[in-house]
């Protein structure tokens, strides 16, 4: 359920008085999602989505909100942040940062295709090249210098096969991160988590048309290669044992390249910034699973998934990038 805040049609009403986005017409609360109170909200204008921000605070939220703002500017479809009559676009509800952002049409597809991946792929390609233009600078929250802090935190947690692979993966990524060779990588605002749940299809299964990308709130500027690995460990592997699908990537990778294409460099880095993903997604799993906050809601995710994803990118030979 994600309603932790009720919001009733007077707030909404009292809320819409701060924007120019036409009268109330009505409010329905978001059932998915474990991290914020979110809301479909009709107007006389159009469709929007209201989110009272539970976790992320009023300071943490810019970087996102403009991110998403520049974004939209830009052509790229994303939910676009309306601006208040103040010309800000985060206020607050009941002590809440809150946003309305548009509503994007269409649902997440749970099993894509490979013209969905095709889709995705050529979107964040355009993502990343419309975010090289955005000003503000955040880091990725979830990169290395919080697998550093996060990882001895799960240590105790894990059998000594897991306790060495997760050390060992982590030293190798430590030592990339200073290499010359990742120094050369392409880098801007990132997604960071573009999982099939946070896109958004229209039209039908045979002809999906691009809805748009949602949830920017795990994004940073790290190397764009870094979100194209996290992307298509999701996107393009058979569940049960986390192998590549060969249809699937391709698809998802000529797409991508043909709106941005891979440097020299980013070939050569491929193979551990797909473990990086892997690594990336283990980590905050296993934390989320052995250390909840005091007040999470969420269905933990399974750990063990992003262990054999990660056990699979070391042992199979990484696909060249196209
Ligand atoms: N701008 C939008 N347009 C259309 N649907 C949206 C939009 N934003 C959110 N949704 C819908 O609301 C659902 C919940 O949103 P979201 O995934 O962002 O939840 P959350 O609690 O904020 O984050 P989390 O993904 O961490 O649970 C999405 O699955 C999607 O169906
Ligand atoms: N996409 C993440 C959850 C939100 O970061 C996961 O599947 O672990």
Redesign the pocket.
């Known amino acids: 359920m ?1 309603v932790f805040t009720p919001v009733s049609d007077d707030d909404a009403r009292e809320l819409l008085k701060h924007y120019s986005l036409g009268e109330l017409i009505s409010l329905r609360g ?1 059932t ?5 109170t ?1 809301y479909f909200l009709a107007t006389t204008q159009g469709e929007y ?1 209201l ?1 009272l921000f539970e976790v992320l605070t009023y300071e943490q939220l810019p970087f996102y909100i403009e991110l998403m703002h520049h974004l939209a500017q830009k052509g790229i479809p994303v ?1 676009e942040p309306q601006t208040r009559r103040n010309g800000e676009r985060l206020g607050l509800l009941h002590g809440k940062p809150t946003a309305i ?4 049409s269409g ?2 597809e749970p099993d894509p295709g490979a013209t969905h991946c095709t889709l995705a792929g050529a979107t964040l390609a355009r993502t990343h090249l419309a975010g090289s233009s955005f000003a503000m600078q955040q880091p990725n929250l979830r990169g290395l210098g919080w697998w550093r802090e996060t990882i001895p935190k799960v240590l105790p947690f894990l059998d000594p096969g897991q306790a060495e692979l997760i050390s060992a993966v982590l030293e190798e990524q430590i030592a990339f991160a200073q290499s010359g060779l990742y120094g050369e990588l392409p880098s801007g605002p990132a997604h960071c988590d573009l999982f099939r ?2 896109v ?1 299809f229209d039209g039908t299964y045979e002809t999906p048309r691009m809805g748009g990308f ?2 920017f ?1 795990f994004a940073g500027c790290d190397t764009w290669l870094f979100d194209v690995a996290v992307s298509v460990n999701d996107w393009c592997i058979d569940r049960n044992s986390g192998a590549f699908i060969d249809e699937k990537l391709q698809a998802w990778l000529r797409a991508y390249a043909q709106v941005r294409p891979f440097t020299a460099a980013e070939r050569q880095a491929w193979p551990l910034l797909l473990q990086a993903a892997a690594l990336r997604f283990w980590t905050s799993r296993l934390f989320d699973y052995f250390l909840p906050r005091p007040a999470q809601t969420l269905k933990p995710h399974d750990p063990r998934h992003f262990e054999r994803v990660l056990r699979q990118r070391r042992t199979a030979p990484a696909p060249a990038l196209p």
């Not at 998915?32 to 914020?36: D, K, L, S, V």
């Not at 952002?101 to 994007?104: E, H, K, Q, W």
């Open positions: 994600a978001i998915a999602g474990i991290e914020n979110n989505v989110t939910p952002v548009t509503r994007l649902g997440y749940d946070n958004l949602i949830d709130y």
